[in-house]
């Protein structure tokens, strides 16, 4: 399979390292892997000060920085399987990213939490989550700061069973397991005494999907915040890599509509998979 990764990059060491990380996962694939940069400016005082010089000036030096970057990775990276393109845009983030990979055929984004300002103690940063809302039709794989990679033997995806998933979302999943054979740990956070007849139904469709692929299923009970019980089974079980889809209702919806998401207690320490419904 060919894949055709899209990397946003600020030129900031969270992208970098984000960039980084998507060449090791993917060390034994056929990829094309595209750097965007975008130019667009976001403040209202500076936007009425710009003039056409200002901004042909401000996209000759995104095509600089990317040609650069290029070069670079190309010199570090010299896996025969991998080729590289570069996009620079004008266009805000969270409208450029849906509009290359609707151009290239992305098959997945690969982006860091923070961008250059690399504010701490928040979950995602402001550019990162625009795109979770805005992207509909590719998964995301967001990746920490300061991250270094380790071949992923374990993957948590957490579920309530209350909703059969679509082959297209599990199918993201297994993609991104099936790169080192991580084995995937199914974890349900119990609010009832028992599964009602729909969730093991849709426990036995997941158990179907993942027949030819190590799996697992596991329980935790529900004592404190959903991200919280995550945040600890990752850490006590030895988790890799993060996945989540993100539908209405969802766990994740949850978190990225919390006003204030710095007080939200759900830091990942591990690559998160963002699957949009």
């Known amino acids: ?18 960039l980084l990380y998507a060449l090791k996962l993917y060390e034994k694939e056929s990829c094309t892997f595209y750097f965007l940069n975008v130019t667009y400016l976001l403040s209202s005082t500076t936007r ?19 040609n650069e970057l290029k070069q670079q990775t190309e010199i570090a990276n010299d896996n025969v399987h991998h080729s590289f393109e570069i996009i620079s845009s004008e266009e805000d983030l ?74 297209k979302e599990l199918e993201a999943i297994r993609a991104l397991a099936t790169l080192f054979n991580t084995t995937i740990k199914i974890l349900h956070i119990t609010v009832e005494k028992e599964l009602s007849a729909t969730q093991e139904l849709h426990k036995k469709m997941l158990s179907d999907y993942f027949e030819n692929h190590p799996h697992s299923f596991h329980w935790e009970a529900d004592y ?45 320490t591990v690559p998160v998979l963002i699957i949009p419904e």
């Not at 055709?4 to 990059?9: E, G, S, V, W």
């Not at 003039?51 to 990317?66: A, H, I, M, N, P």
């Not at 850490?235 to 209405?248: G, P, S, T, W």
Request: charged letters at 25%; aromatic letters at 8%; a positive charge.
């Open 1 to 18: 399979m060919k894949h055709n990764i899209l990397l946003p990059t600020d030129f900031s060491d969270n992208a970098f390292n984000a």
């Open 48 to 66: 009425t000060y710009i003039t056409t010089k200002f901004v042909d000036e401000l996209q000759k030096e995104s095509l600089r920085k990317l």
């Open 94 to 167: 969270k409208f450029a990213i849906p509009k290359a990979v609707k151009a290239h055929g992305i098959t997945s984004i690969v982006m860091g939490t923070k961008g250059a300002s690399n504010a701490v103690d928040i979950f995602m940063g402001s550019n990162t989550v625009d795109v979770l809302k805005k992207v509909k039709n590719c998964p995301i794989l967001v990746v920490p700061d300061d991250l270094e990679f380790v071949a992923p033997s374990a993957l948590l995806f957490p579920t309530d069973y209350n909703r059969p998933y679509k082959n």
């Open 224 to 268: 404190t915040k959903k991200s919280t019980i995550i945040a600890t089974f990752i850490e006590e079980n030895k988790i890799d890599l993060l996945a989540m889809v993100n539908y209405k209702h969802s766990l994740l919806e949850g978190i990225l509509r919390e006003p204030v998401i710095k007080k939200i207690a759900f830091h990942p």
